[in-house]
């Protein structure tokens, strides 16, 4: 089974940058529609976006369209979220998945998910 290890996660002021990265094992990598998520304390995990197998499409909800952007490295089995002009409404623990349905233009949920890895904290102080 294919394990996630995410990384790139901080403190930053708000108006930053990060970068977040997550490794796959495995060698079937580029086979999986990869997917973003977080999770702030007390609420529900939040989509965030995600990517087609050959890097060529991604998706976002509205709510994170224009400051967030997916890509992928197959041949290093890593997925990557830019994030820009970060907010402290940002700050939660943001998790890399493996989307075990098919790519579509559309949101997927927390059951469209068959691995997730540990997650990764992102902070944005005001």
């Known amino acids: 089974q294919v394990q996630l290890v995410e990384s790139g996660g901080g403190l930053v002021q708000a108006g930053g940058s990060l970068r977040l990265s997550c490794v796959a094992s495995?060698?079937?990598?580029?086979?999986?529609?990869m997917g973003w998520f977080r999770q702030a304390p007390g609420l529900e995990r939040e989509f965030v976006g995600a990517?087609?197998?050959?890097?060529?499409?991604?998706y976002y909800p509205d709510s994170m369209r224009g400051r967030f952007a997916i890509s992928r490295d197959n041949a290093k089995r890593t997925v990557y979220l830019q994030m820009n002009n970060l907010k402290p409404e940002d700050t939660a623990l943001y998790y890399c998945?493996?989307?075990?349905?098919?790519?579509?233009?559309?949101?997927?949920?927390?059951?469209?998910?068959?691995?997730w890895g540990q997650g990764t904290q992102v902070t944005v102080s005001s």
């Open positions: 998945a493996v989307v075990r349905q098919p790519w579509k233009w559309g949101t997927y949920s927390p059951a469209d998910i068959s691995t």
């Open positions: 990517i087609a197998m050959t890097g060529y499409s991604t």
């Open positions: 495995g060698r079937t990598f580029s086979t999986y529609v």
